[in-house]
T-cell receptor, first 109, second 116 residues
């Protein structure tokens, strides 16, 4: 099956700083999603981005499918951005998502 | 538009018992997926149902089973509960138009299952 690796595993930022989270995957994908898991366990959809670039407020994402990676950019971070960010992908075998190990982000005031 | 709803929010069972978790998809979605998030093991795919049929299952023993009803809601059943089944169980739904056009999944808030 598809392997998904995320980096860095942990990230500590000061409020207002910018950051880039990376997701590498081992095979071609038809679905790539970024999620934010809050401290209560809720998985919040950030982006559906199997290819290309999208922006939503302070967040943006880029997927370069031919090179098998995706990047999530967080600008002007806020304490409410803290939590775990997951990248998840699905390929030709069907829409079952394979998740990366996540990046745990802590934003300090 | 209502999102994916799961019940119960929390469930406490003892070893050997059976647990039933429920999920209602977003209106218009025909696919329902179940995932397990156990401490230290990350998020793992469990089961996928579409149009009432099991389409795929992850690497879990047969005591994990489920079904999808005509209204597209779904149940996850876990028999002979073991301590390591303690986890957050997340349900997701999507529309599905075939393997060459996978659709985004939307997740519920989960059921936290604790085995004593």
């Amino acid at each position: 099956g598809i392997q998904v690796e995320q980096s860095p595993p942990d990230l500590i930022l000061q409020e207002g700083a910018n950051s880039t989270l990376r997701c590498n995957f081992s095979d071609s994908v038809n679905n790539l999603q970024w999620f934010h898991q809050n401290p209560w366990g809720q998985l919040i959809n950030l982006f559906y981005i199997p290819s290309g670039t999208k922006q939503n407020g302070r967040l943006s994402a880029t997927t370069v499918a031919t090179e098998r990676y995706s990047l999530l950019y967080i600008s002007s971070s806020q304490t409410t951005d803290s939590g775990v960010y997951f990248c998840a992908v699905a390929g030709d075998a069907g829409n079952m998502l394979t998740f990366g190990g996540g990046t745990r982000l802590m934003v300090k005031p | 538009e209502a999102g994916v709803t799961q019940s119960p929010t929390h469930l406490i069972k003892t070893r050997g018992q059976q647990a039933t978790l429920r999920c209602s998809p977003i209106s218009g979605h025909t696919s329902v997926y179940w995932y397990q998030q156990a401490l230290g093991l990350g998020l793992q795919f469990l089961l996928w149902y579409d149009e009432g049929e099991e389409r795929n299952r992850g690497n879990f023993p047969p005591r994990f089973s489920g079904r999808q009803f005509p209204n597209y809601s779904s149940e996850l059943n876990v028999n002979a509960l073991e301590l390591e089944d303690s986890a957050l169980y997340l349900c997701a739904s999507s529309s599905w138009t075939g393997t060459d056009s996978n659709q985004p999944q939307h997740f519920g808030d989960g059921t936290r299952l604790s085995i004593l």
